[in-house]
């Protein structure tokens, strides 16, 4: 054996002998004195009282404390099954095996009775998109009303193993630093649940991530709950970036382990229902759906973001049409700029911002805006734009377009009403679920002239156009605000039965 080889050898030893302990007050024995060091054959002496190598719980709690690294499903059966025929050796040799120079230097931690929420992405990007909107949003108040009850969990940089955040990271994950640069990611002691809750309020796309969640809803014993924002990239994959509906296909692999997944819509709640349908062919009945709509709250803006808006986006005294939302094929850009120039060729005179992140495949929308620019239209893009001036510029705003072709939810939408702003919208799925209470008109977002001719009769017809100010105006005035939206989420995924009989989106119980 090579020094390298015996060094690591050692330290592999005496990891195992610190995390001995620690196994075995999960399972609720007593310790045992096993020294400072621990070889794979010394295991089996030290453990074989209290796990149970037939029991695969037994087996990913096992595997997960004394490697450091959460096991797949693949590797626990495996494990349980060879284990069975030879008094528990393969489990200690998958110990072996499995363990890391790096595992090998984490400190374990086991967690009971705790709710762990999986904020990995969220707490280590500064981005704000819709679904870090809600992370950031949710999480906050369930620390503020839960802190002795939630702890916020992170992976390692290749998604073998939970982790604890550091203070920067928790401050990100619930929105009260998003300046900060973001740190790499750092492990000194990564967290292992058991006879815990385990929530996750944001999408989870990486391979390796969702094969340890696959396993971990499996086989730990405790509880499971997602926010389900969509399944766009298998109901519309075209629209999204070529391969990632496989990634998502085994997001949704994953999921259907999980007890309960709380969608945030009813039009969510039935694409998660349909998906949760075709699981009777491989006979598992998959989580429970409860769906959540999301809440929106618009605060007043102040008179400096209302100057500041009016500076950015007015041109003179034309009315502003303004359009939010990340420019990728699904919010249906390119159809807006079309419905614009039919309108603009017509006489109409009218501004046009758009304000959202460039995406995949923006290049055609990027290429379009610069030509009608060229041609001297009104048109322009903001990227960065403060939430500040988002909402002054949804009040200054004559109308909003949000066509999109398919959402979870639709927040932009639900943000120009909540300011008492109407919008032109599509007339399925989580939009007319917004629209159909007030201040929207709905059109097939296929149709560019439908887009186009809604659009002149807002910006034309102050008759309409005052009639869906009051319907959105009435809308604002009763509110469903965030701290609704969070309790009611948690109560969801941590309170209610998992078999609790209610109707779910898809119709069945």
Known sequence: MNRRARDESVAHRRAWADRVGTLRRALGASPKDVGSSVSKRQLGAALADVVDVTDRSHVWLTLAVLTGVLPTATTVIETSRYSEFDGGQSLWTAVADLTTTKSAGWTVRVVTEVVLVDVALTAETNFTSGIQRVVRET????????????????????????????????????????????EARTATAVVVPWRATYLLPELAPELNRTSRLASLAEFMPGRTGVIGFDCVPITSSETTTPGFADYFARNLAALRRFDVISTISEAAGHEYGGWRDTLSAIGVSGP????????????????????????????????????????????????????????????????????????????????????????????????????????????????????????????PLAESLAAGTPAVTSNFGSMREIAEDGGALMVDPHDDHAIAEAMRTLLTDDDVHARLTTEAQERAARPRTWDDYAAEVWDSL??????????TASGTP
């Open 494 to 503: 941590v309170n209610s039965s998992t078999e609790d009989s209610s109707t």
């Open 139 to 182: 999480t906050r108040r369930w620390v503020r009303d839960h802190g002795a009850e939630t702890m916020l969990v992170g992976w390692t940089a290749d998604f073998e193993a939970m982790r604890e955040l550091t203070p920067a990271e928790h401050d990100r994950a619930v929105g009260n630093d998003l300046e900060s640069e973001v």
């Open 288 to 411: 429970r759906i409860v769906p959540t709509p999301l809440p929106v709250e618009i605060p007043e803006p102040d008179a400096e973001a209302a100057t500041a808006a009016g500076i950015r986006f007015r041109i003179g005294h034309l009315p502003l049409v303004l359009v939010v939302g990340s420019h990728e094929p699904r919010k249906n850009h390119l159809a807006v700029l079309h419905a614009a120039e039919l309108l603009w060729r017509q006489g109409h005179q009218f501004s046009l911002s758009f304000v959202g992140g460039r995406s995949w495949e923006g290049d055609s929308f990027t290429r379009r805006v610069a030509e009608l620019q060229r041609a001297g239209r009104p048109v322009d893009t903001e990227s960065n734009l403060s939430d500040r001036l988002l909402w002054a510029a949804y009040r200054i705003a004559r109308l909003t377009v949000f066509p999109s072709l398919n959402e979870g939810f639709g927040l």
